[in-house]
Structures are given as structure tokens and as C-alpha cells.
């Protein structure tokens, strides 16, 4: 099991099983968005309270939950690349980051539009949307260090330490709504008993989180890619890949 997961681990294996993996995961986040997309704005009913306003749920909640789902990966990728050396758990962790920041503005910003007519402002200072303001500038500050040291180990260790303790705020923004009073709604699918909301609109959503879920792991194996050229440019298996791509 050991020989397998050092063999994972090896960039020159990483990148030729991510070639492999790229085109289904990009076709899958293809259909399954359109899918996901026709059920919620064409299948789906209107809102009893809401209206069509309520659509934007399809693009708001799978962003809020990628830019939890990325810090977490990005964090165990950057402790497991500070604890035992592993140079591909760096570069995932460090291909995840902007990625990451995508998600969370995204949902920042779509927070933003639903809250105009629901709440009647842009932006309240709630528990859950201050927690994710939060988030994004952790990973705009893991992004800087990144940028801050131009040896790689550095910035990969110094980035990890940062994304591990910023671990506390996935709780804090995931509980929020439980934990304080705020604008923001409570959980609607995540609860135990059964969720609030019925399945013609649930089902497009589920579609739409796996949607968005492939693309991110569609467009990390694409940056790994190409941190692994920088990474390993020097090493005998890239220079035998340029020459032989060259011709």
C-alpha cells in the first residue's frame, strides 16, 4: 500500500494519470451543468415566497459549499505536504487556492444579489456572511504568501501553517445560523430529518454541487499539470517530454 501511494505520489505518474482524468471530469461537469441549470430554471417551480429570485440558489449554494469543500482539501493537501514531504500535496494545495477564492467571491457575490430583495440591502454584517468574508481573505492572504518567497518549500510550508489554522473558520461559517441570530436562512438539506425543499428543486441543485465539484477537480488536475513543468523542469522526464513533443 505504501509502494502504491509513493507511486501516486511521484509527479511523472500524477501527471500522466491526470491527462488521463481531465477530459471525463471536464465532460462530466459539462452535462451535468446543463442538466442542472435545465431542471433549475426551466423544471423547477417558482418559489411560494420568493418567485424566480429564488433560481439564483443554483449558482449560490454550490459555490458556498466548493469554497468550504476547496479550503479543506487545499488544508490537507498543505499539511500533508508539511508533515511528510510530499511534493504533490503541495502543488494540489497550491492549485486549489485561487480556485478556492473563485468559489467563495462567487458566493459572496451572488449572497449579495439574493440578499437585495430579500433582506432589502447588499450586504448585512451576519455571522455567516462576515465568516465567509473571512475565508476569502485567507485565501487571498495563503495566495500572497505563496507569491512573498521565491523558494517553493518556503512558500509551501508557510501557506500550509497559514491554511491549517484558518481550518477554525470552517466550523464557525457551516454552524453559524445554528449557533447566532442572523438575516441568513437556516440549513434546508442538511438536516436530519428531511430536508425543506421539495425534490423538483432539490434535484437540480444536488446536480448543480456536482457540477461545480467536477469542474473544480477538472481544472486543479490542469494546474497540477502545469505546477509539475515548473516544479520538475530540470528532471530527466519533463526534458524527454519537451524534446519529444517538439517534434
Same mark, same amino acid.
Request: contains cysteine; proline residues 2%.
Given at each position: 500500500m505504501f509502494t502504491r501511494f509513493n507511486q501516486f505520489a511521484s509527479p511523472k505518474h500524477f501527471y500522466d494519470l491526470s491527462a488521463r482524468l481531465t477530459p471525463w471530469f471536464t465532460w462530466a461537469s459539462i452535462l451535468l451543468l446543463l442538466a442542472g441549470l435545465y431542471g433549475g430554471l426551466v423544471l423547477a417551480p417558482a418559489d411560494y415566497q420568493q418567485g424566480d429570485s429564488f433560481?439564483?440558489?443554483y449558482i449560490h449554494v454550490p459555490s458556498?459549499?466548493?469554497?468550504?469543500f476547496v479550503y479543506v482539501v487545499m488544508a490537507m493537501a498543505g499539511g500533508i505536504g508539511l508533515i511528510w514531504h510530499v511534493k504533490i500535496a503541495d502543488i494540489i494545495a497550491r492549485s486549489s487556492a485561487s480556485l478556492?477564492?473563485?468559489?467563495?467571491?462567487?458566493?459572496l457575490a451572488t449572497g449579495s444579489l439574493w440578499?437585495?430583495?430579500?433582506?432589502?440591502?447588499?450586504?448585512?454584517?451576519?455571522?455567516?456572511?462576515?465568516?465567509?468574508?473571512? #475565508?476569502?481573505? !485567507?485565501? =487571498?492572504?495563503?495566495? +500572497?504568501?505563496? *507569491?512573498? &518567497?521565491?523558494?517553493r518549500r518556503v512558500a509551501a510550508r508557510a501557506g500550509a501553517v497559514l491554511a491549517l489554522v484558518g481550518?477554525?473558520?470552517i466550523p464557525i461559517i457551516h454552524y453559524s445560523v445554528e449557533w447566532w441570530s442572523t438575516l441568513h436562512q437556516g440549513p434546508?438539506?442538511?438536516k436530519f430529518d428531511a430536508p425543506s425543499i421539495h425534490m423538483?428543486? #432539490?434535484?437540480? !441543485?444536488? =446536480?448543480?454541487?456536482? +457540477?461545480?465539484? *467536477?469542474? &473544480?477537480?477538472?481544472?486543479?488536475?490542469?494546474?497540477?499539470?502545469?505546477?509539475?513543468?515548473?516544479?520538475?523542469?530540470?528532471?530527466?522526464?519533463?526534458?524527454?517530454?519537451?524534446?519529444?513533443?517538439?517534434?
Open positions: 433560481r439564483i440558489i458556498a459549499w466548493m469554497s468550504l478556492g477564492a473563485s468559489f467563495t467571491f462567487l458566493a440578499g437585495k430583495p430579500m433582506w432589502g440591502t447588499w450586504w448585512v454584517w451576519d455571522a455567516r456572511l462576515t465568516s465567509e468574508l473571512i #475565508l476569502l481573505f !485567507l485565501y =487571498l492572504g495563503y495566495i +500572497a504568501l505563496q *507569491s512573498a &518567497f521565491d523558494d481550518l477554525v473558520n434546508t438539506i442538511t423538483s428543486m #432539490l434535484i437540480p !441543485l444536488l =446536480l448543480m454541487a456536482l +457540477a461545480f465539484k *467536477s469542474y &473544480f477537480i477538472s481544472v486543479l488536475l490542469i494546474r497540477a499539470r502545469s505546477e509539475i513543468l515548473e516544479y520538475e523542469c530540470n528532471s530527466t522526464w519533463v526534458e524527454e517530454l519537451i524534446s519529444n513533443r517538439s517534434f
